[in-house]
């Protein structure tokens, strides 16, 4: 079994930075893929940014130039995302996300619980 906790959402002003952290545990094998997801209750759950499985990062054209992904340089399996220049379109429900192969060669999409971002204008 593998879990995702993410942490570090709130309650913000336009204009401001947070920093959500990522962490997957458990019987992880190998980690094909990791990034943040974002969901509003008007829209459906959107790519935000994430890691592809040759390590290549892919992130919406909304949040280019002020969101960035990063890596954990001594955790493969821990990941961040950098918010600034927040917006209030920006408010959402963010989800972690990983592909992972777990000690039994199966490879499923693990999810975290969300963490809320609000940003007020």
């Known amino acids: 079994q593998v879990q995702l906790v993410e942490s570090g959402g709130g309650l913000v002003r336009n204009g401001d930075s947070l920093r959500l952290t990522c962490v997957a545990s458990?019987?992880?094998?190998?980690?094909?893929?990791m990034g943040w997801y974002r969901q509003t209750p008007e829209k459906p759950p959107e790519l935000v940014a994430a890691?592809?499985?040759?390590?290549?990062?892919?992130s919406a054209n909304s949040v280019e130039g002020r969101f960035t992904i990063a890596r954990d340089n001594s955790n493969y399996n821990k990941i961040y995302l950098q918010m600034n220049h927040l917006k209030p379109e920006d408010t959402a429900v963010y989800y972690c996300?990983?592909?992972?192969?777990?000690?039994?060669?199966?490879?499923?999409?693990?999810w975290g619980e969300g963490t809320l971002v609000a940003v007020s204008s």
């Open positions: 890691y592809t499985s040759d390590g290549s990062t892919n």
């Open positions: 458990g019987s992880i094998f190998r980690n094909n893929a």
């Open positions: 996300s990983a592909r992972i192969t777990d000690s039994t060669h199966h490879t499923v999409d693990y």
